[in-house]
Every structure is written in structure tokens, then in C-alpha cells.
């Protein structure tokens, strides 16, 4: 009988033996990263024969159970700097996102009604946001710098004696720039405001500590670090000061009456050995990503018309977001058919607009419909980055020639000059 | 969901990329589109003394099937006359290339430039240029 340990194995030795590269190649880590084998083999018997409600106080099911979520709580908590009782197991870090501001707004009501952020936020703050304005929030939308940075000086003239939350993501997804937290959460705590940060991007990729960093709310999810979907964190913080939110699902009071619901424990399971292999793995993933990453970007930004966006100083170790000039995003991501990546085009969103992102940095529409984001991850190799190297080459290359844009830019047409056909 | 077959063929061997002489009188040329929109489209035609299209061309900055939207078009205007040419139609090209609804707005810039290359060809040729009838917002 092949046992859980066996595919383990198999799957372990698969890589080590496998100098065949799968195509297509996967530079998409920041939407979603597989699952690690090890979390895999943590997760499989909660959904087997260790399948208790961790709730049943009454008998062994339960209490296995409840032990496996107890140790996950250590795990997440040593990786973030956090004692057991600060975690709120959500469904995904949208749903951490909605419990933070929400959760804040209501149980803060008293003392103002004042929400700072910033335009470059992930969906799930900025409509989270938005929403609460129906309810009488007043909210700030910082703007960015170009290279997508907050100004410290507008935040702190945006302060108010109303203001209850500041909340800025700790590591942009779109260009991967990290924000300086610390003087960040220092202006909202002079202010007598929390702080929040949406670090679904950063955490288990760069050291994230709560008490270091100065947070008092902090939402993550685990399928971007090599964990399960359907699964996150909403660290809420118990001491200097006592956080409360006002819990915005109900039903038995789990999660200390913030956040009720059967916890998903297989999920909890593997994102707690999530944590914990970041916690081992990071530093090392963090230099050798960074060295992949600047590989590629170097090699890619020798091409004429090439721009990286975002501040390359301060940002995550696996991102790198390239607008070719002249040539569209996704006429371009077709053209690198063996590479999984994303584009801030229009062309791929639903709405028709381009990245918002990109549109923050001040980035002209047309560079937006040309940026491609790479996400690095654990299981890229060096000859995967080889490779995307000279097929994004070929598909730039390849598409500038079928590009009227291109071929004006190369007579030394100046193409702003240009009334054209359309609006 | 994938790419449609099609519109990969005309990615990977596009039909009559390239440029003709603007300046000549048989060539009309049309530029349809905005950088700004993530799509530009020039189509250029050669007409002869029958009014027949000899040749056709187009460059395209834009997404898959924009470029297979324009690439069509290439293929369907050689060969027509240039009454012939404007009866070509978005949808017909939303068909060819089984399109989603969310790419019809690439069929109707290529009949654009259809259009556009046909009037430009008229006026310099001493005829008046036909109306852009459809508008597409």
C-alpha cells in the first residue's frame, strides 16, 4: 500500500531528477503559489482519519483536532512575532481585510470616523473602504510617489483627531514595492490611530514582525506561501494597546466571538507548516530569489524602451514589473505562451482599465497596457529564468515588428504629436 | 480560457505584416485607435486602375485579436474591389475568429481601418471620403 510518506518521497526525488523544465513556466507566484509538498503531507490526515470539528469539546476527534490548530497558532505566531491568542483564522486575507476595517470602524465609532489608506491598496481594502463610506466613514486615499512609496509628510498632515485607522499593505502585489511601516505605524500611533497592514505579499517572504514593525492589525493569506487557499490570518493585537473588531460574521463565536465558523482545520494545518517552513527557509529563499529576480530584470531592461516600475530599493525579493514600450501587454503575454505571467493591460481585465497600480505611479496609459509582472517563487529554477529571459526577448522583439508604434518611434516620429482616430 | 486557435495562427504566422509607400496616390492608409487604449490598428491598401485592392498591410499594437483582427482583414480586402471592401463587416469578423464579447470592440477598430484606409485613398484621389457610419463606445 502506498502511504502518504511514499508520494512524498516520490514527489521530493521527482524534482531532484527532473532536469526537464515543465512548460508553460510558472512567473505567476504572486497570484497564487502551488502548494508545498510538505504542506501537502501536513494536511492530508485532517481530511482523513484526524477529521474532528477542532470545536467538539467532547471527545478525542475534537481534541485532535483543536491540538493540530493550537500548534499552528505557535507556528504562525513565531513567524510573525505574535502570541496564540492575537490569531483570528479567516477564509483568505480578503476576508482578514473586511474583519480589520470593518471590524475597527464599528467598534471605534465612538471615537472618530476618520480611515487613511492609499490608492495603490489591493482590491479588498479600497472597495472594503468604499463601502464603509456608504456608512459614514470618512476616508483618505493617499496618492503615491512614482516609484509607489507613500510621503510620510502627507500621511502626517493627513492625520486627524478623528482619525481610528490608518492602513497601508506592507508589500505592493502589482510592483512589489514595500512601504516604510515603521514610520508609517509611528505618524498613526502619535495620532492616537491604529495601524493595519494588508501583508499578504510580504509575510514569510521578508521578516515581518509585529511588535518590531509596530502593527496592531495585520491580514494574510496563506495560499501565497506555498499553503492552501480558502485559508488566512487576521492578527489582532492584544497588548500596548488591547485591539478589538467588531466581529462581522456570526454564529457560535469562535475566534473569541471575532470570527465565527467551523475552523477549516486541514487548511489551518497547512497554513501553519506554511509558516513554519518560511520561518526556517526565508532568508535563504530571500537571497537566492533576489539573485533570479535581478537576473532577469537586468537582462530584460537591456532592451531598447524598457521600464522597470516601482522602487527597486525598497521591494519584495521576487517581483519584477517590466513595461516594453510599443508593444501591448497582452498580445505580448500570448506571444510568451510558454510563461505564466500577469500584465497591467486593459486588455486583461474584465473592466477594460488598465492597472490602477501603475496608473498611481503616474504611469502613462500606454506604458500601463505594456507592463508585465514576473513573481518568482520557491520552486523557480535558474533555468526557468533562462529561458523566460530569451522567450520574452523573442516575443518583444517579435511583436515591435508587427507594431506600427514601433516603426514610427524608429523613423523619429514624435509620437505625442499625433491626433489620433479615437477620443 | 484559452486563446482561440485562430487567433493564434495569426500570431504566429500573420499575414501581410509590413508597410507601403503612404506618399503614393494608390495607397490609402488608415490609422485607427489610441496608445492610450491599448490599441492602434494602420491598415494600408493598394488599389489599382480597376479599383481592385493589389495589395494589403497591416502593423497592429494591441492584443491578440486586435492582431488577428487586422491580420484578417488583410487577407479578405486582396483581392475585393474597394466598393467590395466596405461591405466587410465587424461581426464577420467576430465569427471567423470566434471572438468573445469582450473582443468584439478589436473587430470593429479593423473594419475602422478598413474604412479609414479606403477614405483616405479616395480624397487623395480627388473623391470625397465616405462616412464613418457606426461609432463604438
Known sequence: ?423 | MAYSEKVMEHYTNPRNVGTLNKDSKSVGTGLVGAPECGDVMRLQIEVDENNVITDAKFKTFGCGSAIASSSLATEWLKGKTVDEALTIDNMDIVEELALPPVKIHCSVLAEDAIKSAINDYRVKNGLAPFELAKSHH
Open chain 1, 1 to 423: 500500500m502506498i502511504t502518504v510518506g511514499d508520494l512524498f518521497t516520490y514527489l521530493c526525488v521527482l524534482r531532484i531528477i527532473n532536469h526537464n523544465m515543465e512548460l508553460p513556466i510558472y512567473l505567476d507566484n504572486n497570484a497564487t503559489t502551488p502548494l508545498d509538498p510538505r504542506v501537502l503531507e501536513a494536511m492530508l490526515p485532517y481530511f482523513t482519519n484526524k477529521f474532528g470539528n477542532a470545536a467538539s469539546r467532547n471527545h478525542a476527534f475534537g481534541w485532535v483536532a483543536e491540538e493540530a490548530v493550537d500548534y499552528a497558532r505557535e507556528q504562525v505566531g513565531k513567524l510573525i512575532g505574535c502570541t496564540e491568542k492575537e490569531i483570528i483564522f479567516t477564509s483568505g486575507a480578503t476576508e482578514a481585510d473586511n474583519l480589520g476595517i470593518k471590524g475597527v470602524f464599528e467598534m471605534y465609532k465612538e471615537k472618530g470616523n476618520h480611515i487613511i489608506t492609499a490608492t495603490t491598496e489591493h482590491k479588498a481594502v479600497l472597495d472594503t473602504c468604499k463601502h464603509l463610506e456608504k456608512s459614514g466613514a470618512k476616508v483618505t486615499y493617499l496618492k503615491v510617489q512614482s516609484d509607489g512609496l507613500i510621503n510620510l509628510q502627507e500621511l502626517e498632515a493627513a492625520m486627524t483627531p478623528e482619525t481610528i485607522l490608518v492602513t497601508i499593505m506592507y508589500g505592493n502585489n502589482e510592483i512589489g514595492v514595500v512601504q516604510p511601516i515603521k514610520e508609517i505605524a509611528a505618524i498613526a500611533h502619535k495620532h492616537g490611530a491604529l495601524f493595519m497592514t494588508d501583508a499578504t505579499q510580504a509575510v514569510g517572504k521578508i521578516p515581518v514582525n509585529v511588535n518590531e514593525d509596530g502593527i496592531d492589525l495585520m491580514a494574510f493569506s496563506a495560499h501565497k506561501m506555498y499553503g492552501p487557499k480558502g485559508v488566512g490570518v487576521l492578527y489582532v493585537r492584544r497588548k500596548n494597546p488591547r485591539v478589538k473588531v467588531t466581529a462581522q460574521i456570526d454564529g457560535g463565536g469562535h475566534e473569541r466571538g471575532m470570527r465565527s465558523g467551523t475552523l477549516n482545520v486541514p487548511g489551518i494545518v497547512g497554513l501553519g507548516k506554511a509558516c513554519e517552513l518560511c520561518y526556517l527557509e526565508m532568508d535563504q529563499e530571500a537571497a537566492r530569489l533576489s539573485a533570479l529576480r535581478d537576473k532577469l530584470e537586468s537582462s530584460l531592461s537591456q532592451m531598447e524602451e524598457s521600464y522597470v516600475n516601482g522602487n527597486t530599493a525598497h521591494r519584495l525579493p521576487h517581483v519584477a514589473n517590466i513595461s516594453f514600450k510599443y508593444v501591448e501587454g497582452e498580445g505580448l503575454m500570448m506571444a510568451m505562451k510558454d510563461l505564466a505571467v500577469s500584465s497591467g493591460s486593459a486588455c486583461t481585465s474584465a473592466s477594460l482599465e488598465p492597472s490602477y497600480v501603475l496608473k498611481s505611479l503616474g504611469l502613462s496609459d500606454d506604458l500601463a497596457h505594456s507592463s508585465i509582472r514576473f513573481g518568482l517563487g520557491r520552486f523557480t529554477t535558474e533555468e526557468e529564468i533562462d529561458y523566460a529571459i530569451e522567450n520574452t526577448k523573442k516575443a518583444v522583439n517579435h511583436l515591435r515588428d508587427l507594431s506600427p508604434l514601433w516603426e514610427m518611434f524608429k523613423e523619429g516620429i514624435d509620437l505625442s504629436k499625433i491626433e489620433w482616430a479615437e477620443h
